[in-house]
């Protein structure tokens, strides 16, 4: 009896990890193999993409600058994080600034932030870079640990 409850306990744990950790391989990109929690050099080019995505996602409410003073912005209390602001924006890791795109503010006591759980991947780790260049002179890498 002991042993079929051992089985269970070990199954059901074992469906969450495929759950948590397996979701995010759409595609299973060729380059760079599995590894998830390496530094990322980050490229000009990838700056661009970051830049494309913050466009189409957060300069409604962070504003073209980070600022925090998109068009959405006006109404919302408390307003979007002043993205340029080192003092605030450096207390997160890149993995906390990827876990609040894709989870939303929420997970930080703002539930005014939306989530975005389609941008992941290297589309992800693009938009972190692009973020840290708001309010970094230079990105040299970018290290979202286990967040894919
Ligand atoms: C609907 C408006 C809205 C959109 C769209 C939005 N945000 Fe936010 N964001 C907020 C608000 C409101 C806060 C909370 C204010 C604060 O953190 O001081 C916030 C906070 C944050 C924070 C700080 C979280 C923390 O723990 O302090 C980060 C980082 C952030 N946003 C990044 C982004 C990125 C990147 C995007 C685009 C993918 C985005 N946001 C889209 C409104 C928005």
Not at 20 to 33: F, N, Q
Not at 134 to 140: G, K
């Given at each position: 009896?002991?042993?079929?409850?051992?089985?269970?306990?070990?199954?059901?744990?074992?469906?969450?990890?495929?759950?948590?950790?397996?979701?995010?391989?759409?595609?299973?990109?060729?380059?760079?193999?599995?590894?998830?929690?390496?530094?990322?050099?980050?490229?000009?080019?990838?700056?661009?993409?970051?830049?494309?995505?913050?466009?189409?996602?957060?300069?409604?409410?962070?504003?073209?600058?980070?600022?925090?003073?998109?068009?959405?912005?006006?109404?919302?209390?408390?307003?979007?994080?002043?993205?340029?602001?080192?003092?605030?924006?450096?207390n997160l890791t890149d993995k906390r600034v990827g876990q609040t795109v894709q989870q939303g503010g929420l997970i930080s006591?703002?539930?005014?932030?939306?989530?975005?759980?389609?941008?992941r991947g290297d589309d992800l780790v693009a938009l972190v870079a692009f973020v840290r260049s708001l309010h970094r002179d230079?990105?040299?890498?970018?290290?979202?640990?286990?967040?894919?």
């Amino acid at each position: 009896m002991r042993t079929m409850i051992v089985i269970i306990v070990s199954f059901v744990a074992c469906l969450g990890v495929v759950a948590c950790g397996g979701g995010g391989g759409d595609g299973g990109d060729a380059t760079g193999g599995s590894s998830t929690s390496a530094a990322v050099n980050v490229t000009p080019a990838m700056l661009e993409r970051g830049q494309e995505i913050y466009t189409m996602n957060c300069v409604p409410c962070h504003g073209p600058g980070g600022k925090g003073d998109g068009p959405s912005a006006a109404t919302l209390n408390p307003p979007p994080r002043d993205h340029t602001d080192p003092a605030l924006m450096e207390n997160l890791t890149d993995k906390r600034v990827g876990q609040t795109v894709q989870q939303g503010g929420l997970i930080s006591g703002y539930p005014n932030m939306p989530s975005s759980p389609h941008i992941r991947g290297d589309d992800l780790v693009a938009l972190v870079a692009f973020v840290r260049s708001l309010h970094r002179d230079t990105v040299e890498s970018v290290d979202l640990e286990d967040l894919q």
